[in-house]
T-cell receptor, first 113, second 118 residues
Framework: DAKTTQPNSMESNEEEPVHLPCNHS???????IHWYRQLPSQGPEYVIH???SNVNNRMASLAIAEDRKSSTLILHRATLRDAAVYYC??????????????FGTGTRLQVTL | KAGVTQTPRYLIKTRGQQVTLSCSPI?????VSWYQQTPGQGLQFLFE???????NKGNFPGRFSGRQFSNSRSEMNVSTLELGDSALYLC?????????????????FGQGTRLTVV
């Protein structure tokens, strides 16, 4: 799987939007961009994924650059429960099943009152 | 429906012993993957099973092995334990086989088994 680069940590105030960036300059045409997060003492959980177009779901939005070399996960109103490590992962659907993921170091998000 | 269940949650073993960890995927899921998480190395992929066949393997020594049963439950085994094997071992399941083509985009993780080797 292609490599991703994320900032080690970010901070946000509660109730404010958070933009978590991810660089993936070696992304291939078939790679999907997935985001997972890991809350303290939990296994990772799926957040969102996309290929080319921006995506929204109940948890977050995913903005994908036109050249696909970067993407941004947007939490519209951060809460204390959003404090977690966020992982940006590239997945080629032709290599393995959805359970096989290659994790990078992720971004640790701190949310303060 | 029930999530991914891993047993036991905590385990303490002595160096040189072997250990078997169990993972019950979400009902209907046929793909199971295992991961090791340590503070130094982060989350690393161990292996992936689909329909009882190992499909992919990470870069771990042969002391780490796994299998999947016909009911999709999976076990992983670590023989001749070393201190460095102390970690959180996570299991993930998905419907499979190929994520976006079948609409099966999510992997669901269990809470993990915390293994301490002393």
């Amino acid at each position: 799987d292609a490599k991703t680069t994320q900032p080690n940590s970010m901070e946000s105030n509660e109730e404010e939007p958070v933009h978590l960036p991810c660089n993936h300059s070696t992304i291939s045409g078939t790679d999907y961009i997935h985001w997972y997060r890991q809350l303290p003492s939990q296994g990772p959980e799926y957040v969102i994924h996309g290929l080319t177009s921006n995506v929204n779901n109940r948890m977050a939005s995913l903005a994908i650059a036109e050249d696909r070399k970067s993407s941004t996960l947007i939490l519209h109103r951060a809460t204390l429960r959003d404090a977690a490590v966020y992982y940006c992962i590239l997945r080629d659907p032709n290599t393995g099943t959805a359970s096989k993921l290659t994790f990078g170091t992720g971004t640790r998000l701190q949310v303060t009152l | 429906k029930a999530g991914v269940t891993q047993t036991p949650r905590y385990l303490i073993k002595t160096r040189g012993q072997q250990v078997t960890l169990s993972c019950s995927p979400i009902s209907g899921h046929r793909s199971v993957s295992w991961y090791q998480q340590t503070p130094g190395q982060g989350l690393q992929f161990l292996f992936e099973y689909f329909s009882e066949t190992q499909r992919n393997k990470g870069n771990f020594p042969g002391r780490f092995s796994g299998r999947q049963f016909s009911n999709s439950r999976s076990e992983m085994n670590v023989s001749t334990l070393e201190l460095g094997d102390s970690a959180l071992y996570l299991c993930a399941s998905s419907l499979g086989p190929y994520a976006p083509l079948t609409g099966t985009t999510e992997a669901f993780f269990g809470q993990g088994t915390r293994l301490t080797v002393v």
